[in-house]
């Protein structure tokens, strides 16, 4: 099946769900008239749209093969590369802009139609929820879309819009205002929004924002804020010290020995009890993404998993592909969804877990680290390690005595006596590890000013990404600068 295809039945529901969410009269709109239609509104306020294809391939997880799936193509080479994607496909930048806004809208319409009803014990964790996802689609899209958070110019950097009442207008103008702005919005949504919870009402709750995956996100984004103490209070109140029994268990007997279509399902899929919040997306990278150009090479392999490591163990991540052209760790399970009964076109999807276990904890252990809390932050880094590593290919041994951290270990692997750092540093190496193919590292990337380096297989081209580089936030849609809205300068 061609991504051509795909895209225009994608496009068609977008655009029809546009129409329905922009173009809504007043009298279809008093049909959200009881809180189970209120409900089933919010199921959409989650973007449907994979970010992982252009910020994996933008990170320093992607090198170039010299060879792969399409080497021209623009949704895999251009980000590689630091180049606009001028495209709206799937798993384009500006694909996910339009369904994020289409799921603030739904979530806008919700709040509006509690607003209506009023509060009370079933519309009060409907309007959590909304809010909460209100917020989370707002952090994704300036976290893509503008530069992060820094304090010293979040008051002057351009923001994107928030929008906080439902469409009525197709092209209504509105504007980006500041970063500092758009934090500050986004803060209020959380902090109304998740006293509001109620995770007995959810008949799935990894479908949905519950109050771990509500705390979660929280810690996520005021790490982005760097207000510490908060992310730290709020990666406690997600799971507390139950977290450490809900870390994807790597190196344990029966994920080792699960077949390999079942580990696809397994590492994404609501079943994980390490995933918080699972959304179904549609998307071609579960097929794609092994064989991509601009991706997973041996070498980047050979540097995160063969050679040696700070835990001296051996990461028990589990890999197949003879060459670097299919290198990959089975993690996506692809739906495919036909269009009709008997036709062969249709739409694939991946269910995408945008918020973990894995990635609360390492946030928790920085966000300790600031804080000045070494212990509890090593004795968490410990915990993690504690379901990764193994003695050596043969066995499935962890070793405390060998494998654990301690602060002179931690120094000495980085060569330094900056234990703070180095925590940091330890944390961020784990996790872009754990999260290869699932785009994560470039959270990473634009909020710690990384550095990145890409060299052509035939090493005549450098692509550099230097660390206050315009190119860190990927252009808003051609549509949307043709309104009005300021572009990203380059």
């Given at each position: 099946?061609?991504?051509?295809?795909?895209?225009?039945?994608?496009?068609?529901?977008?655009?029809?769900?546009?129409?329905?969410?922009?173009?809504?009269?007043?009298?279809?709109?008093?049909?959200?008239?009881?809180?189970?239609?209120?409900?089933?509104?919010?199921?959409?306020?989650?973007?449907?749209?994979?970010y992982?294809?252009?910020?994996?391939?933008?990170?320093?997880?992607?090198?170039?093969?010299?060879?792969?799936?399409?080497?021209?193509?623009?949704?895999?080479?251009?980000?590689?590369?630091?180049?606009?994607?001028?495209?709206?496909?799937?798993?384009s930048?500006?694909?996910?802009?339009?369904?994020?806004?289409?799921?603030?809208?739904?979530?806008?319409?919700?709040?509006?139609?509690?607003?209506?009803?009023?509060?009370?014990?079933?519309?009060?964790?409907?309007?959590?929820?909304?809010?909460?996802?209100?917020?989370?689609?707002?952090?994704?899209?300036?976290?893509l879309?503008?530069?992060?958070y820094?304090?010293?110019?979040?008051?002057?950097?351009?923001?994107?819009?928030?929008?906080?009442?439902?469409?009525?207008?197709?092209?209504?103008?509105?504007?980006?205002?500041?970063?500092?702005?758009?934090?500050?919005?986004?803060?209020?949504?959380?902090?109304?929004?998740?006293?509001?919870?109620d995770?007995?009402?959810?008949?799935?709750?990894?479908?949905?924002?519950?109050?771990?995956?509500?705390?979660a996100?929280?810690?996520?984004?005021?790490?982005?804020?760097?207000?510490?103490?908060?992310?730290?209070?709020?990666?406690?109140?997600?799971?507390g010290?139950?977290?450490?029994?809900?870390?994807?268990?790597?190196?344990?007997?029966?994920?080792?020995?699960?077949?390999?279509?079942?580990?696809?399902?397994?590492?994404?899929?609501?079943?994980?009890?390490?995933?918080?919040?699972?959304?179904?997306?549609?998307?071609?990278?579960?097929?794609?993404?092994?064989?991509?150009?601009?991706?997973?090479?041996?070498?980047?392999?050979?540097?995160?998993?063969?050679?040696?490591?700070?835990?001296?163990?051996?990461?028990?991540?589990?890999?197949?592909?003879?060459?670097?052209?299919?290198?990959?760790?089975?993690?996506f399970?692809?739906?495919?969804?036909?269009?009709?009964?008997?036709?062969?076109?249709?739409?694939?999807?991946?269910?995408?877990?945008?918020?973990?276990?894995?990635?609360?904890?390492?946030?928790?252990?920085?966000?300790?680290?600031?804080?000045?809390?070494?212990?509890?932050?090593?004795?968490?880094?410990?915990?993690?390690?504690?379901?990764?590593?193994?003695?050596?290919?043969?066995?499935?041994?962890?070793?405390?005595?060998?494998?654990?951290?301690?602060?002179?270990?931690?120094?000495?692997?980085?060569?330094?006596?900056?234990l703070?750092?180095?925590?940091?540093k330890?944390?961020?190496?784990?996790?872009?590890?754990?999260?290869?193919?699932?785009?994560?590292?470039?959270?990473?990337?634009?909020?710690?000013?990384?550095?990145?380096?890409?060299?052509?297989?035939?090493?005549?081209?450098?692509?550099?990404?230097?660390?206050?580089?315009?190119?860190?936030?990927?252009?808003?849609?051609?549509?949307?600068?043709?309104?009005?809205?300021?572009?990203?300068?380059?």
């Open positions: 099946m061609k991504r051509k295809l795909n895209i225009i039945i994608i496009l068609t529901l977008f655009l029809s769900s546009c129409s329905k969410f922009l173009e809504t009269s007043p009298d279809q709109r008093a049909e959200l008239d009881t809180p189970e239609k209120i409900a089933e509104l919010i199921t959409s306020a989650y973007p449907q749209a994979n992982i294809p252009f910020m994996e391939a933008a990170s320093d997880n992607a090198g170039d093969k010299g060879a792969g799936r399409s080497s021209n193509d623009p949704l895999n080479m251009n980000p590689w590369k630091y180049m606009d994607i001028d495209s709206r496909d799937l798993d930048p500006t694909f996910y802009w339009y369904q994020a806004y289409k799921a603030i809208a739904a979530a806008n319409h919700a709040l509006q139609a509690i607003e209506r009803l009023g509060l009370n014990a079933q519309t009060r964790p409907l309007k959590g929820e909304a809010l909460i996802a209100r917020a989370y689609a707002h952090h994704m899209l300036i976290i879309f503008s530069k992060s820094n304090p010293s110019s979040a008051g002057t950097d351009p923001g994107i819009p928030y929008v906080t009442v439902p469409e009525h207008e197709v092209l209504k103008k509105y504007e980006r205002k500041t970063v500092q702005y758009v934090y500050e919005m986004i803060e209020k949504d959380i902090v109304e929004g998740i006293p509001l919870l995770d007995s009402r959810l008949k799935v709750p990894k479908f949905h924002f519950t109050k771990s995956a509500a705390h996100f929280a810690a996520r984004f005021y790490l982005f804020k760097q207000d510490f103490k908060k992310s730290a209070e709020h990666a406690e109140a997600s799971l010290n139950d977290l450490k029994i809900y870390i994807r268990p790597i190196n344990s007997p029966a994920l080792i020995q699960m077949e390999y279509f079942t580990k696809q399902q397994w590492y994404t899929g609501p079943n994980n009890p390490s995933n918080l919040l699972v959304v179904e997306v549609p998307t071609v990278w579960g097929r794609t993404y092994p064989g991509n150009r601009y991706g997973m090479t041996f070498k980047i392999y050979n540097d995160l998993f063969l050679k040696g490591n700070i835990t001296s163990g051996i990461y028990n991540y589990s890999f197949f592909g003879g060459s670097d052209l299919v290198l990959h760790t089975p993690k399970k692809e739906h495919f969804v036909t269009s009709s009964v008997n036709s062969t076109y249709g739409v694939p999807y991946n269910m995408l877990p945008i918020l973990t276990v894995d990635e609360l904890l390492l946030n928790w252990v920085e966000a300790l680290a600031e804080l000045g809390q070494y212990d509890k932050a090593i004795g968490l880094l410990n915990d993690f390690i504690s379901h990764k590593v193994v003695f050596d290919n043969y066995t499935t041994v962890y070793v405390p005595e060998l494998h654990n951290l301690h602060p002179s270990k931690i120094n000495v692997y980085y060569g330094s006596q900056d703070r750092e180095n925590i940091i330890t944390a961020l190496d784990f996790k872009r590890v754990e999260f290869i193919f699932e785009g994560l590292r470039w959270l990473d990337i634009v909020r710690k000013n990384i550095v990145v380096e890409h060299v052509s297989f035939d090493e005549k081209e450098t692509f550099y990404l230097e660390s206050n580089s315009l190119k860190r936030m990927f252009q808003l849609p051609p549509e949307v600068i043709s309104s009005g809205i300021q572009p990203n300068p380059r």
